[in-house]
């Protein structure tokens, strides 16, 4: 796990810039969930609409919804292809992703369908923490307004 700047931004993660975060799995597939820095901006989560099963997505593309104490705001496919699982669990108990968001607070399975070409997209590496440092930039001074 990789602290970085008072975030818990695990390094092997691929970071799409609406935070949500990629790990790929050993057979082909790619878990996704929303990093730490949201959680802490949104504060505890109330209710998770979650995509459907089978459903394709793009890069890029809402596809559900998370609404927490302080507001609803969406959910985007970090990289493209056919949701294979949902964490049916955050249905019953939306709090897991703010408790767990890289383990039990997974969101979704994807089969994807342009991983190589996607995967360079998303901050990764070296690239997490400039990335990370303008977020937090930008939320102090929407909070400013």
């Known amino acids: 796990m990789a602290d970085i700047l008072g975030y818990n931004m695990p390094d092997e993660l691929y970071y799409h810039a609406d935070h949500a975060w990629a790990r790929k799995n050993d057979d082909g597939t790619v878990t996704v969930g929303i990093n ?13 609409d979650l995509p459907d099963e089978g459903d394709d997505v793009e890069q890029g593309e809402t596809c559900g919804k998370v609404q927490s104490s302080k507001w609803v705001g969406k959910l985007v496919a970090p990289l493209s292809g056919e949701i294979a699982e949902i964490n049916e669990a955050l249905e019953d108990n939306p709090l897991l992703l703010n408790q767990d968001p890289y383990g039990k607070g997974w969101v979704m399975k994807l089969e994807p369908s342009a ?5 360079g997209i998303l901050f990764h590496g070296g690239t997490i923490e400039p990335w990370l440092k303008g977020e937090i930039e930008k939320a102090e001074k929407e909070k400013a307004e």
């Open 36 to 48: 730490e820095f949201y959680f802490k901006l949104a504060g505890d989560t109330t209710y998770v």
């Open 115 to 119: 991983l190589d070409d996607e995967l």
